[in-house]
Structures are given as structure tokens and as C-alpha cells.
């Protein structure tokens, strides 16, 4: 069995490249990284730490790569023949790599291939749904047409923290013991493949909010209000008792969401989030707040990780006052060379907080949400 996996980095790598592996497939990882993808097929294995109270060395094999860059062709014919086709690359990489992806697709049609499913592994709502829109719009009338007899794309909700890392050996990653990989299989075509570790589900939006308003929301919270801090890393940021409470309530807010929207058990779901806090405060993951809360204008979306629960919240007369605090720390992170930050500081300077507030949030000024975020703004400045 052949699985093509876009994106050798350490989640390509460390989670579902290894996954895969164990599930019986052989790996051909699709990536522009020269050094990473030589070594790859020099070697055909490489080695993922999991750590936990005891690290853990893991031999993943029957790996190999294809430069993107250099070999389209051959990144096609691995298309063609892949039982199973992976992404974890990125929600900005999925369009870039649409063209070659409807090029394989056009080849299986030609060739009168069984379908295959693509399974987009990334840190956003309804990344499979993104791919297959681009990967449509580059095909001809009759390809298009034909799309949904060889192709699925059933969306995905993955969960696995992989610190910034550096290696001597640039195959090797480190991840964290606890993963979780949810398919929404209604959304499958033809075979379904039998993965360990890989949850199949008919309804996956409960799944992918949770992740989102839990796993994320707090993740970026901890990172924008550690910053302000002047903390260096997640850890130590958790580790302030005040930084801790704003989260443990923040998260608090959006399990209210939660519930009432999915019917997730309280008590199932108050435990959930002390696991995602003691996973925040591994001491083995030395994750810098400036990694995690990179790239501000995304996380501060209308319907991303801060502001989407706030606004649900308001829509059900709840006051989101620990959310707002995390959404006014974003509005001040100003690391060096984090480009959104600096968009977001020259807004505000030449524009004012309440242009910017309506510009990255869609928060109007007259909204309950607005004065809170701004209450807490004029606080933290």
C-alpha cells in the first residue's frame, strides 16, 4: 500500500507520516525541503521521540520523498498510484499544491483508477473541503464532472503538539505523547483504510470546535497573555497562577459554548481541559509563546479560535470577559519579525484600536463584545 504524505515537516513527520508507517503503508513524502527529502531517501527510516515522563525513540521505516520542486512529474505518478493521500502542509500551502494534486487526479481518471481519499491534517475548519474547491476549479468542464467518482476529501480534526526542535539529525522530530486524528467518514470514498489511531466519525463538527475552542483558544491565550508577561515559553507563562486562571476561565467560557451547542458532558469535558493544560505544561515541550501566538491576523478571524466562541457566547447573552482579555493581548504582540504583528501594530498606530478592531475581528463598536475587548485593552496597554 502506498500513502503520499504532502509536508515532511515535524507534524508531516512525527504524526501522521508515522502513523501510516505503522499502519502498513510505505510513505512517499512530498516536500520542497532539498536537505530533508535526500536524507529521506538516503536512509528510508528516521527516528520520532515521544516526550512523555520517559522519552520514547521510535524507528519509522518504509519512508522515502519527492522534491516538489524539482520532480512535479514524479509527485503526479505517485498520485496516480497512492491508496491514500495525506496533507499536513499548512491552510496557506493547500492551494499552491492543488495543481499537481488535479494533475494526479486527471491521471487516475485516465487510467480508470479505483477512487482515493485525500485527507487534509491541518490546523483549520474544513481543510479536505478547501482542497477539493481548488483542486476543482483547476479542472476542466468533463474532469470536474467526474471529481467525486475517484476522489474523496473528507475533513479531518488533528490534535498534536510538536515543539520547535532542532536536531543534529535533521530527520529526527520530537512530539508529545497525546495525539488524536478524527475523519469524518460519511465524507469517504470507496475503501476505507483501517489506520490505528485514526477515529472515524459521521458528524466531525463537534469534534473539530472542541479542538479549535479548547486546544487552540488556549494555546493562543497562553501565548498572547505570557507575552505580555514577559514570559519565554508556554510553560512558563502556565505557570504564572494568574496567566493559568485567565486560561483555565477562558476555556471555561468556551466549554459553556460547548456544551450547549454539541452536548458534550460537563463533567467528560471539565476533564478535557485539565488534560489540555497539563499537556500545556509538559516539561519536556519548550514551546516559545512568540511560536505559538505567530501569525495574529488568522488567529484573530471572525470565526478562528478567539473571536468565533466570543461571538457565539454574546449570541447566547453569555459574557466572554476571559476570551475578550485573550483577543486584546493579541491586538498588543509585537515580536520582531512576525509580519501580521507589525500589521496589526502600524493599523493601530496609524488608524486607531477601534479601526483595527473592526478591521481584523469584524467586531463592530457598538457590540458588547467590542467595549469588552476594549476594557481590557486600555488595561494591558
Same mark, same amino acid.
Given at each position: 500500500?502506498? $500513502?503520499?504524505?504532502?509536508? &515532511? /515537516?515535524?507534524?508531516?513527520?512525527? @504524526? *501522521? ?6 499502519? =502498513? ?80 487526479? $486527471?491521471?487516475?481518471?485516465? &487510467? /480508470?483508477?479505483?477512487?482515493?481519499? @485525500? *485527507? ?6 474544513? =481543510? ?101 508577561? =514577559? ?151
Amino acid at each position: 500500500m502506498l $500513502a503520499v504524505h504532502f509536508g &515532511a /515537516g515535524n507534524i508531516g513527520r512525527g @504524526f *501522521i507520516g508515522k502513523l501510516l508507517s505503522q499502519a =502498513g503503508y510505505e510513505v512517499c513524502f512530498v516536500d520542497i525541503n532539498e536537505t530533508v527529502i535526500d536524507e529521506l531517501n538516503k536512509r528510508n527510516r528516521y527516528t520520532v521521540e515521544i516526550l512523555g515522563e520517559e522519552s520514547e525513540q521510535i524507528t519509522v521505516d518504509g519512508v522515502r520523498g519527492i522534491n516538489s520542486q524539482k520532480n512535479p512529474e514524479a509527485v503526479v505518478d505517485a498520485i496516480a498510484e497512492a491508496d491514500l493521500i495525506t496533507t499536513a502542509v499548512g491552510p496557506t500551502v493547500l492551494k499552491l499544491i492543488s495543481s499537481v494534486i488535479k494533475e494526479g487526479i $486527471a491521471k487516475r481518471m485516465v &487510467a /480508470g483508477k479505483d477512487p482515493v481519499n @485525500f *485527507i487534509a491534517c491541518e490546523n483549520m475548519i474544513g =481543510g479536505s473541503s478547501l482542497l477539493k474547491d481548488a483542486v476543482a476549479e483547476k479542472m476542466n468542464e468533463a474532469e470536474r464532472e467526474s471529481l467525486n467518482e475517484y476522489a474523496g476529501f473528507p475533513d479531518a480534526a488533528v490534535d498534536r503538539i510538536v515543539p520547535n526542535q532542532s536536531h543534529e539529525d535533521p530527520l529526527k522530530v520530537a512530539v508529545e505523547p497525546f495525539y488524536e486524528w478524527v475523519v469524518d467518514q460519511t465524507m469517504m470514498i470507496g475503501h476505507v483504510p483501517d489506520i490505528a489511531g485514526l477515529t472515524y466519525v459521521n458528524d466531525l463538527a463537534p469534534y473539530i470546535e472542541r479542538k479549535l475552542f479548547t486546544v487552540n483558544t488556549g494555546h493562543a491565550i497562553t501565548a498572547y497573555l505570557g507575552y505580555q508577561a =514577559g514570559t519565554n515559553t508556554i510553560k512558563e507563562a502556565l505557570e504564572d497562577k494568574g496567566i493559568y486562571s485567565d486560561v483555565k476561565k477562558a476555556l471555561e467560557e468556551t466549554g459553556e459554548l460547548l456544551q450547549q451547542k454539541h452536548g458534550f458532558e460537563s463533567s467528560k469535558h471539565d476533564a478535557y481541559i485539565t488534560k489540555i493544560l497539563s499537556r500545556f505544561l509538559n516539561p519536556h515541550l519548550v514551546d516559545e509563546v512568540t511560536r505559538v501566538g505567530r501569525a495574529p491576523i488568522r488567529k484573530l478571524g471572525p470565526n478562528d479560535r478567539l473571536v468565533g466562541p466570543a461571538r457565539q457566547l454574546v449570541e447566547l447573552n453569555k459574557e466572554p470577559t476571559y476570551l475578550a482579555k485573550g483577543i486584546a493581548a493579541a491586538l498588543l504582540f509585537d515580536p520582531q519579525n512576525d509580519e501580521e504583528a507589525a500589521t496589526i501594530q502600524n493599523k493601530i498606530k496609524e488608524d486607531g484600536i477601534t479601526n483595527a478592531i473592526t478591521s481584523f475581528t469584524e467586531i463592530q463598536e457598538g457590540d458588547q463584545l467590542f467595549q469588552i475587548i476594549m476594557k481590557h485593552f486600555e488595561e494591558m496597554k
